[in-house]
């Protein structure tokens, strides 16, 4: 299909920090004997015996195995490290996480640091509905107006009443789709096809977590693909990747995500787009760029180690193809496993240019697994029941 355009905006200037050739902030912290990684978990995360805390640890031990440092558990407060660790944490960090950690850089974690904990959530990819909005601490008027042309027409929304103006202006427009801020992994998602049925679903939503959080009220697409671009700065290595996301079925039957397939290369965007690569993904990683440098340029104190976007591309109303990015990840997630395959296979052979990994989320019982598949969990989950998460990774004829 053929898919709309989008212009570029300028990269931001310097920030008085080293750069990188993708401009981004470098290490400048001396690295100095063996350091220890450890898994932090956040507030109230999954159970220590569920699959996020399982992924998270094997994560850091391979992290830890690269870099050729130390795995050492769950970071507790008041022990004693050997320096300062090396965090994998179960979310984005905010400044103020991050100085009580005294994490100063993208190389103290494999994540991101944002400075307020809003900004770590895709309510930052739209406008809010108009001058009289609701909204919350620190807002960035500028990001959406950045990013305006790499994005699906949205709104954000920090009250009940402005959810519902803004989804009255985009029904105009076709059906709607409400979004939490705090949704993952493709829940957290309602349909709205007119006021009466966007009226029933906002309702239906803490007003609690609308002012805590927000929800997005964005353009509905049919026939949607997810892309999902990124790059990785860790373990002494730089890798940029694309590919496509996967849908599954939980165990209540319910369509979410179940892992990505993904090209990976050594080096910045640049070096991906050196691949061949179709006109839509090319498109995808444009409007990537876009949004990660918008961050750069409107979050101060922003810092990450994975970077990670993902791009709806898909049909609207009226039968447009549309393409946009729907939201960041600057923290660990569904395709780490496949990325620290990519670090461990850039790292065992140097000459290696690029490589494909996917990672597969399996739900219910005695899933069959590929031979020479990485196993990140298999078992039962305490909220999601059985579920198999796993990694696998092949030369791409483009590796040399």
Known sequence: MTLRQHRPILRPGASGH????????SPTRASTGRREVVTYTMGHSRSPKGHDASTRAEIARRLASLAGFEFAGEYAPGARYDGQPYFVPSHTLTSADAAKLRIDGAHDLFGGVVPTAFAATKTITHPLVDADAEAPAGWSAAFPRLVENSVLPGFSAFSTEDALRAGRKLLAR??????????????????????????????????????????????????????????????????????????????????????????????????????????????????ARVYDDAADACFHGFFAS????????????????RSGVLEPSWRMGGASGAEIAALEAFRAEPSLRAVDATSVEVYGERPVVPEGAAVYFRGIDPHVGPLTKYTMIERHADAR
């Open 18 to 25: 080293e750069t990188t050739m993708t401009g981004k902030s």
């Open 174 to 287: 076709g059906a709607v789709r409400v979004k939490l801020a705090t949704g993952i992994a493709g829940l957290g998602q309602w349909v709205a096809h007119d006021f009466a049925e966007l009226e029933t679903v906002i309702a239906g939503i803490e007003g609690s977590e609308i002012t805590g959080s927000g929800v997005v009220v964005e353009q509905n697409l049919s026939d949607v693909a997810t892309k999902s671009v990124g790059h990785i700065d860790a373990a002494g290595l730089e890798i940029s990747y694309c590919g496509e996301q996967q849908l599954t079925r939980n165990n209540s039957g319910i369509e979410v995500y179940g892992g990505s397939k993904l090209r990976f290369v050594r080096g910045d965007y640049d070096a991906l787009l050196s691949l061949a690569l179709p006109p839509d993904m090319q498109l995808a990683i444009a409007q």
């Open 306 to 321: 994975r970077r990670n976007y993902d791009v709806a591309q898909g049909t609207d109303a009226r039968g447009q193809c």
